[in-house]
Every structure is written in structure tokens, then in C-alpha cells.
């Protein structure tokens, strides 16, 4: 059983609501104490269309991330952009 949970959700032309995830996401880092292995990345499909991938340490599911589904760590993009959270559990995945 994987240690690390991870949760998308595709976001087409709305920016404020990508900005209200990474805030929420921001906050939910500084409750936590940093954990190590949260991160907030981005799969970029086209200009203005993106899915946020959002992992978490446990398997609860934040009312914080609404609309966002478990998601299957092979399913993850092989060249994500880094947002938020652990930047060396970052490198240690896609670098």
C-alpha cells in the first residue's frame, strides 16, 4: 500500500481557480508543518487548459481540493511543472 496519496482535477480557462488551490494547498503546508511528502504539480495541456495533481501524506481527501478524484500514481505526467510543497520529493519523482 502506497504511503502517498494522489488526487487531480482538470481545470480548463479559470485561473482564480487554480489560484484558490495552490492558496488552499499553501495552507493546508503551513497546518501540516511541511510535511515531506505533499506536493501541488501541474500537467499543462494547453494554454488555458491544465490538471492539478495534489499528494497528499494520508489517504483523507480535504474538503480544501473539491472536484479533485483519487488518482492512480501510473497515471501521473512524466514532465509535470512544480508549484508547491517538497521540492526533493519532486526531484526524487520526475527528475
Same mark, same amino acid.
Given at each position: 500500500? +502506497?504511503?502517498?496519496?494522489?488526487?487531480?482535477? =482538470?481545470?480548463? #480557462?479559470?485561473?482564480?481557480?487554480?489560484?484558490?488551490?495552490?492558496?488552499?494547498? $499553501? /495552507?493546508?503546508?503551513?497546518?501540516?508543518?511541511? !510535511?515531506? #511528502?505533499?506536493?501541488?504539480?501541474?500537467?499543462?495541456?494547453?494554454?488555458?487548459? +491544465?490538471?492539478?495533481?495534489?499528494?497528499?501524506?494520508?489517504? =483523507?481527501? !480535504? +474538503?480544501?481540493?473539491? #472536484?479533485?478524484? !483519487?488518482?492512480?500514481?501510473?497515471?501521473?505526467?512524466?514532465? !509535470?511543472?512544480?508549484?508547491?510543497? +517538497?521540492?526533493?520529493?519532486?526531484? $526524487? /519523482?520526475?527528475?
Amino acid at each position: 500500500m +502506497s504511503l502517498v496519496h494522489w488526487y487531480k482535477k =482538470r481545470f480548463e #480557462g479559470v485561473p482564480l481557480a487554480k489560484d484558490a488551490i495552490q492558496n488552499a494547498f $499553501k /495552507q493546508l503546508l503551513i497546518s501540516k508543518a511541511e !510535511p515531506v #511528502g505533499m506536493l501541488l504539480i501541474e500537467e499543462v495541456h494547453t494554454p488555458t487548459g +491544465s490538471t492539478l495533481w495534489v499528494r497528499l501524506p494520508a489517504p =483523507r481527501h !480535504p +474538503s480544501a481540493f473539491t #472536484g479533485f478524484i !483519487p488518482a492512480d500514481e501510473t497515471a501521473l505526467p512524466k514532465t !509535470p511543472k512544480f508549484l508547491l510543497g +517538497s521540492r526533493a520529493a519532486f526531484d $526524487k /519523482q520526475f527528475v
